[in-house]
């Protein structure tokens, strides 16, 4: 099954910072979407704390094609 969000903005140092959900069409910043996976409302995703700012990642599964990108 393919990952419902994408990413569709990143930094100069390439950290993602703003997702669509591609089913719903809504848009969100890291913040709002590391929020709603945390509230479980993502599932197929999981936060990792990177340079000690809360990263959203997509689980693990055996696909390359449906990484955050």
């Not at 990143?10 to 591609?22: H, I, K, L, M």
């Amino acid at each position: 099954m393919a990952k419902k969000v994408i990413s569709i903005a990143q930094n100069a140092t390439g950290r993602n910072t703003s997702f669509r959900d591609v089913s719903t069409g809504t848009k969100m910043t890291r913040s709002q979407f590391v929020s709603k996976i945390e509230n479980n409302q993502y599932n197929d995703y999981h936060v990792r704390i990177i340079n000690k700012v809360k990263t959203p990642c997509s689980n693990p599964d055996k696909s390359e094609r449906n990484n955050l990108g």
